[in-house]
């Protein structure tokens, strides 16, 4: 990945050497680190996502969120097929991931974004604005 810059703000911009790979963000302490994300339970996964080049692909994005070896099936959350070139918003309740097995007290990778299907070499995708954001309960 690298950065850019885009209107005053610094974007991640991925671009894809080999097929069927996906792209990881940690949580704030670095890669194999488990954080207790609790406080987020009841608020959400919230990231701006831009498709640059869909590289052929037909599939739709899902988002995962990684909780080390205990969760039962890490369980996706789809987000369907961004119209390429366009920015879009999505907000990920978190209390639906824990419901269908993400352990927050235990948080690996806070964002996996991935395709539900095959990708060719040079899929690129760019990313802002990522966060979990705590609301009241």
């Not at 205990?70 to 996706?76: D, L, T």
């Amino acid at each position: 990945y690298t950065q850019v810059a885009e209107d005053g703000n610094t974007l991640i911009d991925v671009k894809t050497n080999i097929a069927n790979i996906g792209i990881y963000i940690f949580a704030a302490s670095g890669f194999g680190v488990l954080e207790n994300l609790a406080d987020f339970y009841h608020g959400n996964l919230v990231f701006d996502l831009r498709v640059v080049d869909y590289a052929g692909s037909t599939s739709a994005f899902e988002v995962l969120v990684n909780c080390g070896g205990r969760c039962r099936n890490v369980p996706s959350y789809i987000i369907g097929r961004p119209d390429a070139g366009s920015w879009a918003t999505y907000r990920i309740p978190i209390k639906t991931l824990v419901d269908n097995g993400v352990d927050i007290t235990r948080v690996s990778e806070g964002l996996f974004l991935r395709l539900t299907g095959p990708s060719q070499p040079g899929l690129n995708v760019q990313m802002n604005n990522i966060r979990w954001e705590a609301l009241a309960p």
